[in-house]
T-cell receptor, first 112, second 114 residues
Framework: AQSVTQLGSHVSVSEGALVLLRCNYSSSVPPYLFWYVQYPNQGLQLLLKYTTGATLVKGINGFEAEFKKSETSFHLTKPSAHMSDAAEYFCAVSDGYSTLTFGKGTMLLVSP | SAVISQKPSRDICQRGTSLTIQCQVD?????MFWYRQQPGQSLTLIATANQGSEATYESGFVIDKFPISRPNLTFSTLTVSNMSPEDSSIYLC???????????FGPGTRLTVL
């Protein structure tokens, strides 16, 4: 069975500060890992994904994430937060059988 | 990535009635998925719908409550039957985009049951 843990239901940062959203997973097989973003009153948008190859993955809007197998982590970062980054972020894992398991989500709050 | 639309975008319904949600994709896809997102919660998979076969339901979801149709490779419907206030949620459809389990989501249907 696979699972995802997102540490912190809410993360607050100031505009221009580093964004770090944490995600740890468990999977019995090499996982596929995803970050999605959900803006208010919208569906989910794929930010980035790790499947194979390079462990540092770059996504849209300046976000990136690093797959660390030894730590079973896939944390999402952005060097400088922007007000438009305020949204809910979901980490998800798949074991290759088409079923995604989502974390509980982290709400990112950005203050001016 | 696929472009996915859902209808209706939101609805307010009375207890005991049913609502059918439509999901349309701009390209042919094999697998479509239906999720529920309860207020303040994460996404829970309801069922997987493959064209030409019965939908596969996750534990806790049954066909009588959430019948699904998948008449072709670009369209699916989810019906929420005999609704109660506990069914108030966002319902999202998604499609699989390629061999790495990447899923692309529609904008969601916001359902409120009174």
């Amino acid at each position: 069975a696979q699972s995802v843990t997102q540490l912190g239901s809410h993360v607050s940062v100031s505009e221009g500060a580093l964004v770090l959203l944490r995600c740890n997973y468990s999977s019995s097989v090499p996982p596929y890992l995803f970050w999605y973003v959900q803006y208010p009153n919208q569906g989910l948008q794929l930010l980035l994904k790790y499947t194979t190859g390079a462990t540092l993955v770059k996504g849209i809007n300046g976000f990136e994430a690093e797959f660390k197998k030894s730590e079973t982590s896939f944390h999402l970062t952005k060097p400088s937060a922007h007000m438009s980054d305020a949204a809910e972020y979901f980490c998800a894992v798949s074991d290759g059988y088409s079923t995604l398991t989502f974390g509980k989500g982290t709400m990112l709050l950005v203050s001016p | 990535s696929a472009v996915i639309s859902q209808k209706p975008s939101r609805d307010i319904c009375q207890r005991g009635t049913s609502l059918t949600i439509q999901c349309q994709v701009d390209s042919q896809v094999t697998m479509m998925f239906w999720y529920r997102q309860q207020p303040g919660q994460s996404l829970t998979l309801i069922a997987t719908a493959n064209q030409g076969s019965e939908a596969t339901y996750e534990s806790g979801f049954v066909i009588d409550k959430f019948p699904i149709s998948r008449p072709n490779l670009t369209f699916s419907t989810l019906t929420v039957s005999n609704m109660s206030p506990e069914d108030s949620s966002i319902y999202l459809c998604s499609v699989e985009g390629g061999p790495t389990d990447t899923q692309y989501f529609g904008p969601g249907t916001r359902l409120t049951v009174l």
